[in-house]
């Protein structure tokens, strides 16, 4: 195969992804299949199992799995270096800190789990505010001009 159908960073003038970058998207993306994967858990606990309120246990799955397309997206967004998925890869990790801080007050095997989601929130927001993961996203400050205006 030639350099032409296969071009390299340095063919295209691209710098390679910092790993800051990498590891935010995969942080991102392990927060969206988990919310996958507990709204697929709930709907199927409600279709088929003997809930409380099935309506509600169904609601509440097809609510996680809908929620679960933003970080998802954002996850996509920083791999392939899109500024964009910054604001959403925030967002989610802003949300996500009320909803550790609730699962730390459970008393119940809840509390690793608002250990784990507290963790991975705020290395996201350590790793998605590094100003090496703002300049490979092209983000630059305010009243900053890009090198290619």
């Known amino acids: 195969m030639s350099s032409e159908q296969n071009p390299t960073p340095e063919d295209v003038g691209a710098d390679p992804r910092p790993g800051r970058l990498t590891m935010a998207a995969a942080l991102v993306g392990l927060e969206g299949v ?19 309120d ?4 169904v609601t509440g799955g097809v609510t ?6 933003l970080p998802l997206l954002a996850a996509r967004g920083l791999l392939l270096r899109r500024s964009w998925s910054r604001g959403p890869t ?10 550790a801080y609730n699962l730390l007050q459970a ?11 507290a963790v991975v929130a705020v290395a996201t927001l350590v790793l998605i505010l590094n100003p090496e993961t703002t300049r ?14």
Not at 37 to 51: D, E, K, N, S
Not at 54 to 57: D, E, L, T, V
Not at 90 to 99: E, H, S
Not at 136 to 149: F, H, M, N, Q, W
């Open 54 to 57: 099935r309506s509600q246990a």
């Open 64 to 69: 996680l799995i809908a929620l679960a397309l």
């Open 136 to 149: 490979a996203l092209g983000i630059t400050g305010p009243g900053a001009v890009r090198d290619s205006e």
């Open 107 to 117: 008393d119940s095997l809840a509390i690793p789990g608002g250990i784990a989601l």
């Open 34 to 52: 988990a919310l996958v994967a507990g709204g697929v858990y709930l709907l199927v606990m409600g279709l088929t199992g003997h809930p409380d």
């Open 90 to 99: 925030i967002i989610t990790q802003i949300m996500a800190l009320p909803v």
